[in-house]
């Protein structure tokens, strides 16, 4: 059974910094492409903040989190993480971990809400 499990989310005051981390289980991850969405408060859609491939490494980031998040992935702990700093509170939301096959699609497209595999989030609540 496929599963994604998020943790790290907390309550961090502006400029701070947190790491996400997602656990995967039931696959291989280095076979997928692997990625971070959130969800803004009174918000219904998800918003892709970050992805990264499979074996080249290639990532995606959202423009409003470029240059301060990073995305990792650590296929022997089949671990996926998500290096969060100069956090401003337009961050704050329900952060998914997501994964899939590339199944010939770009990591773009791939952030853009084209992963089958889904978590149940994590909070992340930035205020002073």
């Known amino acids: 059974q496929l599963q994604l499990v998020e943790s790290g989310g907390d309550l961090v005051q502006p400029g701070g910094s947190l790491r996400l981390s997602c656990e995967v289980s039931g696959f291989r991850l280095d076979y997928y492409a692997v990625g971070w969405f959130r969800q803004a408060p009174m918000r219904k859609e998800r918003e892709g903040v970050s992805?990264?491939?499979?074996?080249?490494?290639?990532?995606y980031y959202a423009d409003s989190v470029k240059g301060r998040f990073t995305i990792s992935r650590d296929n022997a702990k089949s671990t996926v993480y998500l290096q969060m700093d100069s956090l401003k509170p337009e961050d704050t939301g329900l952060y998914y971990c997501?994964?899939?096959?590339?199944?010939?699609?770009?990591?773009?497209?791939?952030?853009?809400?084209?992963?089958?595999?889904w978590g149940r989030g994590t909070q992340v609540t930035v205020a002073s």
């Open positions: 992805c990264i491939g499979t074996s080249d490494g290639t990532t």
């Open positions: 997501a994964a899939d096959l590339p199944r010939g699609l770009d990591i773009h497209t791939m952030c853009a809400g084209m992963m089958g595999y």
